[in-house]
């Protein structure tokens, strides 16, 4: 699975992951990344390019950009795509996600922190439990002894392998599925079906126009949680 690294235009990058998948499309899928301030008003427009014309199958945000938008949520509800959206610990904001948009898969890496924060990725296991549009990956969680709590608690239908490539080791990472000791079809499962199976419901075209928002998510903002970011 391969998407751009941090660029400051999204619409670029994304046309050079395409270039990388076209040169071997039985080996690579792409997602699309968005900014969702910087590309407010039109997640449409690129979502759909990325879809149609270069074989996408899902959506990359970062919290690091910024939270994640209602804008993106609807378009990837429209072409049943999975988002994959970096929490950087911001685990309340998943609460929002499962309960308002529970048509839309979303993959939280890192059980919910590369940081290390484990009451993030403590939080995040109580909320793969709770909804069942709410995934996570392997990579980058480094107290194995979580990892292995959350497969007890969870099971593998929730995991998905990461490697978080190129800044972590693809096979220091898989060496971690490995401990799990899982039995073959729970490790088939979390190293490849888990996968197929999110990016198998993709639509070519929308089914209907998406409602579109440019709202952000605001964490731990309960009354309105999708307050209009200000400019």
Not at 102 to 129: C, E, K, M, T, Y
């Amino acid at each position: 699975m391969l998407f751009a690294a941090f660029h400051s235009d999204y619409a670029a990058a994304n046309r050079q992951v395409a270039q990388l998948v076209r040169r071997n499309p039985e080996r690579f899928y792409g997602f699309a990344f968005v900014h969702a301030q910087r590309d407010r008003g039109r997640v449409l427009e690129m979502v759909g390019t990325a879809v149609q014309q270069y074989g996408f199958v899902g959506i990359k945000c970062h919290r690091y950009d910024a939270r994640i938008s209602r804008e993106i949520c609807d378009v990837a509800r429209a072409f049943h795509l999975p988002v994959l959206y970096d929490v950087v610990g911001e685990i309340s904001v998943v609460e929002l996600l499962g309960e308002q948009y529970p048509d839309v898969n979303f993959i939280i890496p890192h059980l919910g922190s590369f940081s290390d924060d484990w009451r993030a990725q403590s939080g995040l296991i109580d909320q793969l439990v709770r909804f069942p549009n709410i995934y996570t990956d392997t990579s980058g969680v480094r107290r194995f002894d979580i990892l292995q709590r959350a497969f007890d608690r969870v099971g593998p239908r929730k995991f998905l392998f990461g490697s978080d490539g190129p800044w972590l080791h693809p096979g220091v990472e898989l060496s971690k599925v490995a401990a799990l000791h899982l039995p073959l079809e729970d490790a088939k499962l979390v190293l490849a079906g888990n996968l197929l199976r999110l990016i198998k419901q993709v639509r070519p075209e929308p089914a209907q126009p998406p409602r579109i928002a440019v709202a952000a998510v605001v964490a731990n903002e309960w009354r309105d949680p999708w307050l209009l970011a200000k400019s």
